[in-house]
């Protein structure tokens, strides 16, 4: 196809407004407002809700029709709501948040860890999910209608290097709980306060760059009035995909070339085939080479150019399950024997049975290693003993005892001596 040349001018379009906080900002409720004025006052709204019943809190602010997603929060639902907003005729979507679509039940980051989790490689688990977000992003920029959505916001931190050199984690303010560079797609991004005023982040149209103001029906009069002010775009040409047909032999009758069919959803077309032998896609993560054996022996899936994807896949599978099973297992290394296990009563540390010999002490139980058998023989050294009954007893038991009768005693001891010292002896 040759590339085309025209002169630049702006033409009407569709808006794509984000709206991004903390939980209490106001994102729900400033959406609605500002879907009302981009609507027009006899403008169709659809408010679609992931955050519990919240969506219709305020019913009262203006009149929408009201749909909701339930977990788990899967891109497909997201895509099923803008086709239906779009088929049904709405002005305006409002996808209230997308945030679930990434972080939430069921959404991507999720669904890459039970990837992941299943014994893949986490890398590779996000060439499965990857494709889901961007269908989810192509379905929002290519709507013909204006769509609103809410994110919530996180803090963002970045290691940056101090005057030493060394990293330390610091604030940069707050981002969205959305893939990042999801901003990007959007005509207006605002961020939105515990105020509830916004601020533009990001403002294609210029209305918005410099100005900090509360969301009402006026702004989104405001835009939707800026969007219309271009020149009406032309109708898109309608897409078809290219099939290789099956040959037809010519006759009088008949064309040498077959016409062109649109293969359903769950079939392989020609190029796709040629473009999996060239490593550039590969179905649901499996080995190039086993595929291009199946291609290579399942004539049968092949009809008028088109490949059955069902019966291919399923073929598909079967191969790599009998391959795996037929894989030699490795041996299974022999047991270790098992050896007591000898530690530290005081630091827990393992001990040899070396060591374990080495430490032990006459008159000191338990089992301890070098350094916590010193600290216990020392310990022990400096405790006074009882000259008469062995007792442990304090240093200041001890100075005192030694001061009244030479030796150390433990209290009883002591009373024992002093009242002997002065009660006399009884005569018979």
Not at 44 to 61: A, K, P, Q
Not at 248 to 265: F, L, S, W, Y
């Amino acid at each position: 196809m040759a590339l085309q040349i025209r002169k630049a001018e702006r033409r009407q379009a569709k808006a794509r407004v984000a709206f991004i906080g903390t939980s209490g900002t106001g994102k729900t409720y400033s959406s609605i407002l500002f879907a009302r004025g981009l609507a027009g006052p006899e403008g169709r709204i659809l408010m679609v809700d992931t955050e519990h019943h919240s969506g219709e809190l305020y019913s009262n602010l203006t009149d929408y029709d009201y749909a909701e997603i339930e977990p788990p929060y899967e891109t497909e639902k997201y895509i099923e709501a803008i086709q239906v907003a779009e088929e049904n005729g709405y002005d305006v979507l409002i996808l209230d948040s997308i945030s679930h679509a990434w972080a939430g039940q069921g959404g991507i980051l999720e669904q890459q860890d039970t990837i992941a989790g299943r014994g893949g490689n986490r890398f590779a688990a996000w060439g499965e999910v990857t494709p889901k977000q961007l269908r989810f992003i192509d379905a929002m920029i290519n709507a013909d209608i204006h769509i609103i959505v809410t994110m919530r916001a996180k803090t963002a931190y970045a290691l940056i290097p101090d005057a030493s050199g060394k990293t330390k984690p610091e604030k940069l303010g707050l981002a969205p709980v959305q893939r990042e560079g999801i901003d990007y797609e959007f005509t207006l991004v605002l961020d939105i306060d515990r105020s509830h005023t916004a601020q533009a982040s990001k403002d294609r149209t210029g209305l918005f760059d410099t100005r900090i103001f509360c969301p009402t029906e006026a702004e989104g009069a405001e835009l939707r009035e800026w969007l219309n002010s271009g020149t009406a775009a032309p109708a898109p040409a309608p897409q078809t995909r290219h099939i290789i047909s099956a040959p037809v032999k010519p006759t009088a009758q008949t064309p040498a070339k077959a016409p062109e069919r649109t293969p359903p959803k769950n079939k392989y077309t020609q190029p796709e085939v040629e473009r999996i032998k060239q490593n550039t896609y590969i179905p649901n993560g499996w080995s190039t080479a086993v595929f291009d054996k199946t291609i290579e022996e399942g004539g049968a899936y092949f009809e008028d150019g088109i490949w059955d994807r069902d019966r291919v896949d399923g073929d598909f599978k079967m191969r790599m399950a009998a391959r795996k099973a037929a894989a030699p297992k490795p041996a299974a290394a022999p047991a270790a024997p098992e050896t007591p296990q000898i530690t530290c009563d005081k630091c827990h540390k393992q001990l040899s049975a070396e060591e374990y010999k080495a430490t032990l002490a006459p008159g000191i139980e338990g089992i301890f290693c070098k350094e916590c058998l010193e600290a216990e023989t020392a310990e022990k050294a400096r405790i006074p003993k009882c000259t008469d009954c062995g007792k442990n007893c304090t240093p200041e038991e001890a100075e005192r005892s030694t001061k009244r009768h030479g030796v150390p005693l433990c209290p009883d001891c002591h009373l024992k001596r002093s009242t002997a010292a002065v009660t006399p002896e009884r005569k018979e």
